[in-house]
């Protein structure tokens, strides 16, 4: 037998011991999940920002700032990205592209060209600089689809946005759905059945009509996901028929798999003008020290045990604008905002967060409200751009990754008006994707 050369067997040894590592490092990520996910850089199929320069991201269909990021697969819809650009002062080169998810929001299996007609990624070519803002910015904003990005299956996608040459290294992630309109879906929405639940839960009933559309296995290749005011982090998953009469599929249930609770109409705040003080604000003050504005909002008020009172707001949504700009997106400035709960002592085993579709509907450590022992009182400030804002207060115990409580401070009561949607995804044995086959939204006002 020939022997091994030194300079051989060395290199098997580091080949080894790459391959040992390797192994290692795979099966640590593995049973790691939860703490990588809590890293910055780690990639999510979910709404995130990257970079703390990033504010203001938006995603909806440019008819209505307030839509949900929806598309139909055969409508001439689009949908606008926009966000703010606040550390760079040279102008960056930002590309996006799409993945295909399946129902879990998962990466599914099918390949770019499968699902993008055109190229599979774009750059972000519109961009502005603001304009006499105390913090200067830049404005990016892209629509899609368009002639360089067309969609062609249905289902769940996430947005990625990132600089060139750094695909790896994601800016933004957002999620949007397309939808086919394959069959129809109607809603029930009313007080709980559940005596013990009627006057602060909300139950949702409804049916799936597929006349024309073959579904052969519903309660196997067919789910329905329940969501209130298009919230993904309270959305209820896997409810199956209760029972199929001709080409209906009827969930109507009598306990409590779907039901959510009714919160109360959210908070609002104004800061559309700073010349005068807007819902909630009580004074203005720019500050020369930091050489920006501060919002000093008036002290708001635990409603837990308070009746409900019936109010308009964007069901936890938020709109940006300026009264008088040419152009809100890089008129409006970035203010500091004061936030002030009186509260008589700190709760025990969690925090309070403020929440709302301008939190992506997370706890963002940077919305996690402090104690003032003196004041007694929670309080936070918050760099927002100008406009209108609804929030509330959420309470997280110590140790819930994914779930807080509003009704704590906010309490919760069957006549709040909120949004319902459900969105229908069938897979047959031969398909490799989850179709996305319908979608219905109501309010329970309607």
């Not at 009469?245 to 969930?251: G, R, V």
């Amino acid at each position: 037998m020939k022997s091994l050369s030194i300079r051989t067997i060395l290199t098997l040894a580091t080949i080894a011991i790459l391959i040992i590592t390797s192994t290692a490092a795979t099966i640590k990520n593995v049973e790691n999940n939860d703490d990588d996910y809590a890293e910055t850089n780690f990639f999510r199929y979910d709404d995130y920002i990257y970079d703390d320069s990033i504010k203001t991201v938006l995603l909806f269909n440019p008819a209505s700032e307030l839509s949900y990021p929806i598309l139909s697969l055969t409508g001439n819809d689009k949908l606008k990205l926009s966000f703010d650009d606040l550390r760079r002062s040279n102008l960056s080169n930002f590309y996006y592209t799409i993945i295909h998810c399946d129902r879990s929001w998962e990466p599914s299996d099918l390949s770019q060209n499968e699902y993008i007609d055109g190229f599979f990624e774009d750059e972000i070519f519109e961009y502005k600089y603001s304009t006499n803002t105390d913090i200067a910015y830049t404005h990016y904003d892209i629509e899609f689809p368009n002639e360089n990005l067309q969609i062609s299956k249905s289902g769940n996608y996430i947005l990625k946005v990132y600089n060139q040459g750094e695909e790896d290294k994601p800016i933004i992630t957002r999620r949007f759905v397309v939808y086919e309109n394959r069959l129809s879906v109607s809603l029930n929405i009313k007080r709980a059945t559940d005596v013990n639940e009627s006057y602060f839960r909300h139950e949702i009933d409804f049916e799936i009509d597929h006349r024309g559309y073959d579904i052969p296995y519903p309660f196997k290749n067919l789910q329905v996901v329940l969501m209130q005011n298009f919230r993904f982090d309270n959305a209820i998953t896997n409810l199956k028929p209760i029972y199929i009469k001709d080409d209906k599929l009827i969930y109507d249930y009598n306990n409590s798999e779907n039901v959510f609770d009714g919160i109360n109409e959210f908070r609002n705040l104004e800061l559309k003008n700073l010349l005068y003080q807007g819902i909630m604000v009580n004074t203005i003050k720019y500050s020369p020290i930091d050489k920006i504005t501060h919002v000093y909002l008036l002290n708001d008020e635990a409603r837990s045990y308070k009746k409900y009172y019936s109010s308009q707001d964007l069901n936890g949504n938020f709109l940006i604008k300026k009264d008088g700009a040419i152009d809100t997106d890089t008129d409006a400035d970035y203010v500091k905002v004061h936030f002030n709960l009186p509260y008589p002592q700190p709760l025990p085993d969690g925090n309070l967060y403020l929440m709302g579709k301008f939190s992506d509907w997370k706890f963002r450590e940077e919305l996690k409200l402090d104690y003032d022992t003196l004041n007694l009182s929670y309080n936070k400030t918050v760099l927002l751009k100008q406009g209108y804002y609804n929030y509330m207060y959420c309470f997280v115990k110590d140790g819930s990754k994914n779930t807080g409580d509003f009704s704590t401070i906010e309490g919760s009561h069957y006549e709040t008006e909120n949004a319902y949607s459900v969105l229908v995804y069938h897979k047959e044995l031969n398909d490799n994707y989850d179709r996305l086959v319908g979608f219905s939204t109501k309010t329970n006002r309607e």
